[in-house]
């Protein structure tokens, strides 16, 4: 017994280990949040340190109300890790919370890891230097708008596994109002973050007052600009022909909306290659491990059962043959008596029913 709830603990951990466990080692992941994050990103002075790195952004001379813009973050300079990640914020203010990009008007048409987060976490390489951009929607209404980056990270040195932060100075950034028709992305489009491999599904891109499009693009690393194939669906709504591509290739496209009176180079854009990820959730995982291990346990319990079971088969032979021993100890044969057996229990002679006695014999 003691050796069957042994093995039933180690399987039962052994399946349950990989989901029962919510910690996030190397970074917590992309996603929408103010710099606090309720105390979970180390937002609270007590579970950080001042970061040695350097934050800098810069935008575009002309930033137009409701229209596109490019907004470029460079960390450098940070003692990181071993891991070497760091997460970048890109905020709105400083006030600790409602400090997102959305609480002042902007809104994000792709982070630079192929979402639509404000804050994002990438691995830096050796030069200790990264620069991610932000492709934004500016606010609806002109006027000064400052916005601020701001960096966590690990250390080399880190006993008491603090996130090392730093903060950028503001840029203040003069929103104008934008020109009549001036043609650029729709505010309900969203840029896809990712194709499947081998999908040759076009990319629908949506636009406003453009009466024309030109898109060209490149694999991630080249030089070379292709021109796609591009044809209206409806007014507004055009579909984009870039090949499908395999493996974890990026493609970069730019995006040209023309109309009789402008002709408006867009920002930058990306779509990767992934496969399509796991759908479910940390409770189903943990629901699906539960399971299996109920069914092991099952299938041991079963075992046990059968083989602790007694072999009536065994155990009748057995009693047959302890009956012969004792038989064969309480009837003495005797060569004087042939063909009877002395009772040694009774204390008299009983017939041998192997060997009876002759007719006539005492």
């Not at 575009?60 to 596109?68: L, M, P, T």
Request: hydrophobic content about 35%.
């Amino acid at each position: 017994m003691k050796y069957k709830l042994t093995i039933m603990a180690i399987i039962f951990a052994l399946l349950s280990s990989s989901t029962f466990s919510v910690a996030n080692p190397g970074g917590n992941g992309d996603s929408n949040r103010d710099f606090t994050c309720g105390g979970s990103c180390h937002g609270d002075p007590s579970l950080s340190a001042d970061s040695d790195g350097v934050l800098t952004i810069e935008v575009q001379k002309n930033v137009y109300a409701s229209n596109a813009v490019a907004v470029h973050v460079t960390a450098s300079d940070m003692t990181l890790s071993s891991n070497r990640i760091v997460g970048i914020f890109l905020l709105g203010s400083l006030n600790g919370n409602s400090d997102h990009l959305s609480d002042y008007g902007w809104s994000i048409i792709q982070d630079p890891n192929g979402g639509i987060n404000n804050y994002v976490e990438t691995t830096v390489s050796s030069s200790n230097s990264v620069t991610l951009t932000w492709i934004l929607f500016a606010p609806d209404e002109g006027g000064n708008y400052n916005l601020y980056a701001q960096m966590n990270h690990g250390h080399i040195s880190n006993s008491d596994n603090l996130a090392y932060t730093g903060v950028s100075d503001p840029l203040t950034i003069d929103v104008q109002i934008a020109p009549s028709n001036l043609p650029g992305f729709s505010e309900n489009w969203v840029a896809p973050e990712y194709r499947p491999p081998g999908d040759s599904t076009n990319i629908i891109l949506m636009t406003k007052n453009t009466d024309s499009i030109q898109v060209k693009w490149k694999l991630e690393g080249e030089w070379f600009e292709n021109t796609a194939i591009v044809s209206l669906i409806e007014k507004d709504i055009w579909s984009v022909d870039i090949p499908p591509t395999f493996g974890d290739t990026v493609i970069h496209y730019s995006v040209i909306t023309s109309n009789g009176n402008f002709s408006i180079k867009q920002p930058l854009l990306t779509v990767g290659t992934s496969q399509v990820e796991f759908e479910g959730s940390l409770l189903e995982a943990r629901l699906q491990s539960l399971a299996f291990a109920s069914i092991i346990i099952g299938f041991m319990t079963t075992l046990q059962l059968y083989f602790s079971k007694p072999n009536v088969k065994s155990a009748q032979q057995n009693s047959n043959s302890t009956e012969t021993i004792v038989a064969n100890k309480r009837l003495v044969k005797h060569p004087d008596h042939p063909g009877w057996l002395w009772d040694t229990i009774e204390n008299k002679w009983v017939i041998d029913s192997d060997n009876p006695p002759n007719e006539g014999a005492n």
